[in-house]
């Protein structure tokens, strides 16, 4: 597939040229900027390309979510965020929306509609397994010796309560799973969550996502699979910490699939 | 010695030519009244309590509260994460719900001074029922007692933490206690009658053979006089009902309120997404209008106040918060839960929940003292009466729950999602949140930054790149 580079055209794009893509991926600030999760944003680009889906983003028209900015308690800011994301959406009449950041996922999917923002939102494991059972991608099976564990993150576990999608992206590819102890509803954070992500933990014996690594370690993979870029890099984090980020990957669920069909 | 003291404590069933109102009637009567009366101002008084909170709108289906009071409150579905706890706990819940229906008759015989008033009408359905109760009686005092060993000689770590203070800790002791006391109660007058009934004793009607006692009873009190036995009888009723008294009047002081308020709790639990704060519509119509977009709001009053967004103490949470916090039993699942409490910070979802509460009743005992020195400053001397709208103690849930707990909480909902009742201990560390960040522009100084930087940047880090940079190297 790399013989011809892929083009990604914003909502403003695809409008000049009077064309209304099937669904609008909301790309987010984490898979706009880090580093490491533009990797995963690229490689939902390729899933997509991969199996036909039709998409848009929104570029440089994009502003987070303001998941961050409510949860720390500034509402006036999550307000001006989220506004003016609705007025953009609206704009482009935009019905359908998939994101691989469940926070932008959960914001977008619960918080919008009372602000006047309403569309169906789907977290991109949703849209994988949606993809895997129709048909319209075949995911090349993985190597069965390779151990592989999965983190559920908050806000599509316990917040969203999709348990089930990425566990049915896990199965199609044919790896060597292991549940960790902590799971589903029981899942443990990985830290992150409700703006820890850009301030320091407060006092205390450890971190958190030094306690969830202790965890995953426990089981002994080879890859955590994750599927959000702030747990994703919360749990290198922690492998680093532990010096065992030669030994153990951190991936997005994404990530896997495009490395089993070497796209 | 007994018998004189049995007549004193109690109508003898056996003299027909009583007069009409014996002394343990009277008794009897004056301590339902006080109970009752008692009851009757300390529960109107909780409720005052949480009505000086904020009202909430209901949201979501009726179907969704039935279902959440039979499957969560009736049917324990949540206590059932955990099984051994939740078994045992189920024993003594179901003891306590079946047991109301003997308290029926409890109540007739004395305040008629009759003796088992239901067992001849009722028959071979009262031996049912009362061996019924016998059975889930053993298994309560059996769950008492590992409850007791669970609490007092293993280290669970939920039980132990920091705001398991002397008196948490002993508030749990002395239920479980009672809860003793209660059931060796029924036992003694269950288990005597059966002998007295087996010697003929006059005025002892047929129970049948109650399931436990009939076996029970025998062992223990077989061969003692017939005075002894009455004694015992009828102590062991008096210790039942006393007990039963014991926890009217003591609930309301007691982490053990649960058994009434979880039910009022999962039916007005909140039904919206879990993912869905609380929206803020002054702020958003601000924001709006700012913005030049949705219709025209008119401007927000008189502005004589700076307006407080956030809550600061009981009267900005809203009425579910503080049922919550009257509905909470300690049991410190939340607090297993939350990954900064795990992780040795100081916040613990219980704590949170505990501090409302402890500050609700203070603010409650103030009120109620009429005092004027808790009126507002400026209004204390045009003011004439202390009321929940002038109150002002100079003090709030900030010097209960301290900024460092606040910081600590990631959203994930592991407390929400642990709570065997529906209790939410997040929303109100958000809405405390929100107040230190709108209403006292302060909070972590790392998140200064992410404002400014989502303000001028629209995202949390300071980012020079374009927004759609990455695509550059797609391939």
Redesign the interface.
């Known amino acids: 597939m790399?013989e011809k580079?892929?083009?990604?055209k914003?909502m403003a794009e695809l409008a000049a040229e009077g064309k209304t893509p099937e669904i609008l991926f909301w790309?987010g600030?984490a898979?706009?900027?880090?580093a490491r999760a533009?990797k995963i944003?690229?490689a939902f680009?390729k899933v997509l390309h991969n199996a036909g889906v039709s998409f848009g983003?929104l570029?440089?028209e994009?502003?987070?979510t303001?998941d961050?900015?409510?949860?720390?308690?500034?509402?006036?800011?999550f307000?001006?965020?989220a506004?003016?994301n609705i007025?953009t959406l609206n704009a482009y009449e935009v019905e359908k929306i998939v994101t691989a950041c469940p926070h932008c996922f959960?914001?977008i999917?619960?918080?919008y509609p009372?602000?006047?923002g309403n569309y169906e939102v789907l977290h991109h494991t949703q849209l994988l397994r949606k993809l895997i059972e129709e048909g319209r991608i075949k995911v090349a099976p993985g190597d069965k010796d390779t151990k592989i564990t999965y983190h559920d993150s908050?806000?599509l576990g316990?917040?969203?309560n999709e348990y089930e999608a990425p566990r049915k992206v896990i199965d199609s590819l044919n790896m060597d799973f292991k549940e960790l102890k902590r799971s589903r509803?029981?899942g443990?954070?990985c830290?992150?969550?409700?703006?820890?992500?850009?301030?320091?933990?407060?006092?205390?014996?450890?971190?958190?996502n030094?306690?969830?690594v202790e965890e995953a370690l426990g089981e002994d993979p080879n890859i955590i699979l994750a599927n959000c870029p702030f747990c994703i890099t919360m749990l290198s984090d922690g492998l680093k910490e532990k010096d065992k980020q030669e030994d153990v990957m951190v991936y997005d669920l994404t990530e896997l699939i495009v490395k089993n069909n070497n796209w | 010695m007994c018998a004189d003291f049995t007549e004193w404590l109690y109508i003898s069933p056996q003299n027909d030519n009583a007069p009409p109102m014996e002394v343990g009637q009277i008794v009897f009567i004056i301590i339902l009244a006080l109970t009752f009366g008692f009851a009757f101002f300390k529960y109107r008084e909780i409720i005052n309590t949480i009505l000086l909170a904020k009202k909430v709108d209901l949201e979501g289906p009726v179907s969704s509260r039935f279902k959440n009071l039979f499957l969560v409150a009736f049917g324990q579905k949540k206590m059932f994460k955990n099984f051994l706890p939740a078994i045992f706990h189920l024993f003594i819940y179901v003891a306590f719900l079946i047991t109301q229906i003997k308290l029926i008759e409890i109540i007739i015989d004395g305040v008629a001074g009759s003796h088992r008033i239901l067992a001849e009408p009722l028959g071979g359905f009262y031996t049912f029922v009362v061996s019924f109760i016998e059975i889930l009686s053993v298994l309560a005092f059996v769950a008492t007692l590992v409850f007791l060993y669970r609490r007092n000689l293993l280290t669970i770590p939920r039980f132990n933490k920091a705001e398991m203070t002397r008196w948490p800790k002993l508030d749990a002791n002395i239920i479980l206690l009672a809860e003793l006391v209660l059931l060796v109660g029924i036992f003694s007058y269950n288990g005597a009658d059966i002998v007295l009934q087996q010697m003929g004793v006059a005025g002892y009607p047929d129970t049948g053979a109650l399931v436990v006692s009939s076996v029970m009873g025998p062992l223990l009190f077989g061969g003692f006089d017939q005075s002894t036995l009455i004694f015992i009888e009828k102590a062991g009723w008096w210790i039942h009902i006393l007990a039963v008294f014991g926890f009217i009047v003591y609930l309301p002081y007691s982490k053990h309120l649960h058994i009434f308020f979880a039910f009022p709790n999962t039916w007005f639990a909140k039904l919206r997404p879990r993912g869905r704060m609380e929206n803020m519509p002054e702020i958003m119509n601000e924001v709006k209008s700012m913005m030049g977009i949705g219709e025209a709001e008119e401007p927000a009053g008189d502005m004589e106040d700076i307006p407080e967004f956030g809550a600061k103490d009981i009267f900005d949470m809203d009425r579910i918060n503080l049922l919550g916090a009257f509905s909470c039993t300690e049991c410190g699942r939340c607090t297993a839960a939350c990954p900064a409490s795990i992780t040795g910070k100081k916040l613990s979802p219980r704590k949170i929940v505990m501090d409302i509460r402890d500050r609700a009743e203070e603010v409650s005992a103030k009120l109620k003292s009429g005092d004027k020195k808790y009126i507002r400053e400026d209004k204390r001397e045009e003011d004439e009466k202390l009321t929940p709208e002038n109150f002002d103690d100079g003090r709030s849930l900030f010097d209960y729950i301290s900024s460092e707990e606040l910081h600590a909480c990631t959203t994930c909902n592991a407390c929400v999602e642990a709570c065997p009742i529906l209790i939410d201990p997040m929303e109100p560390i958000l809405k405390m949140r929100r107040y230190e960040i709108l209403t006292l522009s302060s909070g972590p100084s790392d998140w200064m930054p992410m404002f400014t930087s989502l303000e001028n940047n629209a995202s949390p880090w300071q980012m020079s790149d374009e927004r759609d940079k990455w695509k550059e190297d797609l391939d």
């Open positions: 790399s580079k892929l083009f990604v914003t790309v600030c898979g706009s900027f880090d533009q944003t690229r680009c983003i570029g440089t994009e502003s987070c303001g961050p900015a409510r949860r720390a308690g500034n509402e006036f800011v307000q001006m965020l506004l003016q007025q959960n914001t999917k619960n918080e009372e602000l006047g908050c806000y316990r917040v969203n509803a029981n443990l954070c830290g992150a969550g409700g703006a820890q992500m850009f301030k320091e933990d407060e006092p205390g014996d450890k971190r958190v030094t306690e969830r």
